[in-house]
């Protein structure tokens, strides 16, 4: 039997799949930017006893292995482990919690670096103005923006391509807790390659564009690197 080379496919399951996997990873991103993001401004203004160990801990946990976080979930969740009435093991919400734990760490991590990238200057103009602690706090996210957005985007780009996390407390159950790296390992040892193959390829595009937006996000933040960019010539 002749075998044919795979072919890109669009149906309602790839779309399906496709929706779930932003609507867990825009949820999971959405509340670690609520929760990391004024511990992140906090550790970046604020000088106290422990900073570094609380840095180094923030930096061990951005490189935490998702299959560790989906292990200590699988058995926080299950119907023998203490979250187990809650019934939340296989469901989008345990995926949820699992990206969202895995995001913390590295909004906290790149929103601390942007803030303490702000001179000193702006700061001591902001309180001698008198400003109270909300005005710093809008101040400092004016001027950490780019960074800040830079953070969010780089913690979405991580949990829409985890896998081994989300494939341990969701089940990759279908049209339920199927996303788009659950599904391209299932159906790549199932032998359907076409609808593996269109996966992957909506995933290449969505890290693609992530990626572009953080190089724009970078010429933004780097006025020299953006200079550069423009004197570039390019062939005729």
Do not use: W
């Amino acid at each position: 039997m002749e075998e044919t080379f795979p072919t890109i496919i669009f149906n309602d399951e790839v779309i399906q799949i496709t929706l779930l996997s932003f609507k867990i990873s825009c949820t999971a991103v959405a509340l670690a930017t609520a929760i990391s993001l004024p511990l992140g401004i906090a550790l970046g203004l604020k000088d106290f006893r422990g900073k570094q160990f609380v840095l180094s801990l923030v930096n061990t946990l951005m490189g935490l292995p998702p299959v560790v976080v989906g292990l200590i979930l699988y058995l926080l969740l299950s119907t023998s482990g203490p979250f187990g009435p809650l019934n939340l093991l296989y469901t989008p919400s345990a995926m949820i919690l699992a990206q969202l734990i895995m995001a913390v760490p590295i909004v906290i991590g790149l929103s601390y670096s942007a803030v303490s990238t702000i001179p000193e200057k702006v700061i001591e103009q902001t309180h001698s103005l008198g400003a109270t602690k909300y005005q710093l706090f809008l101040v400092v996210l004016k001027e950490a923006r780019v960074g800040i957005l830079a953070s969010v985007v780089a913690a979405f780009g991580s949990a829409i391509s985890e896998v081994g996390a989300i494939m341990i407390v969701g089940g990759n159950i279908r049209y339920f807790t199927r996303t788009l790296t659950t599904a391209i390992l299932l159906y790549t040892s199932m032998g359907e390659f076409d609808i593996a193959l269109t996966l992957g390829i909506i995933l290449l595009i969505t890290a693609f564009f992530i990626n572009i937006f953080l190089t724009f996000l970078q010429s933004k933040q780097n006025p020299t690197f953006r200079r550069k960019f423009r004197r570039l010539k390019f062939g005729d």
